[in-house]
């Protein structure tokens, strides 16, 4: 059974800075993980995206203040945010897919929730 695991969400001060985590268990390799949001009353998005050759894609809306990376030892994927803002407030999922992050995404963690306070 495959499961995502998120962890380091909280609430923070505008300006401020998270790590959020997700470990993926019950899976032989996963080729894309990605994290995604969802603020209240709005649409699911993709924040960060961390694809099978290591390449990386973000939502301008957060270019140059988050940065994604892959442990592939552990099967684990982070997230640093930094310069958060009161927008970033969402609940944040982790993804991961068996295909090119194209091609969408297979399992999804519970979720984290981070709040930003201005």
């Known amino acids: 059974q495959v499961q995502l695991v998120e962890s380091g969400g909280g609430s923070v001060q505008a300006g401020g800075s998270l790590r959020l985590s997700c470990a993926a268990s019950?899976?032989?390799?996963?080729?894309?993980m990605a994290w995604f949001r969802q603020a209240p009353g709005k649409e699911r998005e993709g924040v960060a995206h961390?694809?099978?050759?290591?390449?990386?894609r973000y939502a301008d809306s957060v270019k140059g203040r988050f940065t994604i990376a892959k442990e592939n030892a552990k099967n684990i994927v982070v997230l640093e945010m930094k310069s958060l803002k009161p927008e970033d407030t969402a609940m944040y999922y982790c993804?991961?897919?068996?295909?090119?992050?194209?091609?969408?995404?297979?399992?999804w963690g519970k979720g984290t929730l981070v709040t930003i306070s201005s």
């Open positions: 993804a991961a897919g068996v295909h090119s992050c194209d091609d969408g995404m297979d399992y």
């Open positions: 019950g899976v032989t390799y996963t080729l894309c």
């Open positions: 961390f694809d099978h050759d290591g390449t990386t």
